[in-house]
Structures are given as structure tokens and as C-alpha cells.
């Protein structure tokens, strides 16, 4: 939904402004953004020379995040689906819930 929303202001946008001027500015949008990652991926690697035990307590922490991260979508989906299963089968017995 958020991407559709996100597709749709650019296009209007683009209609707007100009489909040349469009695309020369996100160009240029997305170069900087690039310079920003690849500048943010050096610090690292610097990090990971001079202060390994600082790396790797981050790299930790962003694991530990992602775990808990996967968990709440796995939980999510359980509950989508006791939810669906239970109006299903409802259904077929013939009862309205």
C-alpha cells in the first residue's frame, strides 16, 4: 500500500514537473543517496580495523534486532491465520460467526 502511495505521488510529480526534469533530479537524488551509503560502508569497514570489539557489538545488536524483528512478523502471521482458519471453518459448518 505504502509503495502504491509512494508510485503514485511520483507520477504525479513527474507529470508536473516534466518527464526530462523528472528524471535528471531523481538522478541526481539517487546518486547522492548512493554517495551517503557508500560513504556509510567505508566508515564501517574502517570501524571493523580500528575497533573490531565495537563492530561486533553492533553487528550483534543489529542481529539481535533482526530476530525480534522476524519474530513479530511470524507472530503477525499466526494471528492473520488462527484468524482466517476460524472463519473458515465456521463456514463450513454452516454457522455464522
Known sequence: E???LAEEVLGHIRSVVGVSE???IYNSVRQSVKVRRDKRKQVQAIEKLVAPE???R???KLGVK???RKKR????????RAG???VNQGQRRGQDL
Request: proline residues 0%.
Open 66 to 68: 533482526k530476530q525480534e
Open 58 to 60: 553492533r553487528k550483534i
Open 84 to 86: 482466517h482458519r476460524m
Open 22 to 24: 523528472f528524471v535528471t
Open 73 to 80: 512478523k511470524i507472530d503477525e502471521h499466526r494471528r492473520h
Open 54 to 56: 565495537a563492530a561486533a
Open 2 to 4: 505504502m509503495k502504491e
